[in-house]
């Protein structure tokens, strides 16, 4: 931008500026959400604010998904890096997937779960499981939408070998879009009396560990390792 104009722009007030501002968004759509639904970003972040705690659930888990493209995808596979994202279509149980010359790793993307506009302890998802666990996060590991198989179970819960990395955003916690902890699926734990199924809570501590990075390539690194490790529980007992 040509130096006069800055500086005309300083120099006016701001109902001016904000006037010039207005002009040129008739013009220069923020996103192209805004042609295919034809409404101003303005009126689709009011309709946004209108709604219901359920829906902004949904629009949080959205947002942390566009967050993981953008801050970590994009900047992974910049630069001449060896990875790559593979485009998905159609429906999978992981939201990317990257590969390099070695092979593809898929990632699930999930947010830190809230209760009460707070981040939510491990010990209040599930106090059996998880008692001892105050100091620890949690995370909700089930599909949005659930179903009946044809032999009547749950279709929700993700089974073990769908995904290999849980990434969870931790923006309730840290209110930064961009922080993410990692960890590899085959840690998570299991459903009490149903091994082959990932349980629907997964604790989630304040800061990365042994079990949890927030280095996207170190989580690689481990799964690529074979190593075998599980995130902490209680002696695996029932549901409350």
Known sequence: MPDDIVRFLAQITPDERRAIFKTLRHEFPIHELETRLNTSAEVILEAISRASDLTLRGIRGIIAEAAFKQEVVLTFTSNGASWKEIPLVGDHSFDFALKDPRGQITIQVKMQRQKEQRPMLA?????????????HFVVETQRTRGGKNADGTDTR???????????????PSTNNWSDFLYTVERWLVPTPGANQLVFKY????????????DNLE???????????????SSALSSEE
Do not use: C
């Open 123 to 135: 010990s209040e998802a599930n106090k059996k499981m998880f008692r001892h666990l105050d100091d």
């Open 202 to 213: 997964q604790p989630v501590p304040k800061a990365p560990n042994n079990l949890w990075t």
């Open 157 to 171: 819960p993700y089974r073990f070998g769908e995904f290999d990395l849980l990434a969870v955003a931790m923006h």
């Open 218 to 232: 170190t989580a690689i690194d481990w799964l690529r390792s074979d190593m075998q490790r599980r995130l902490p």
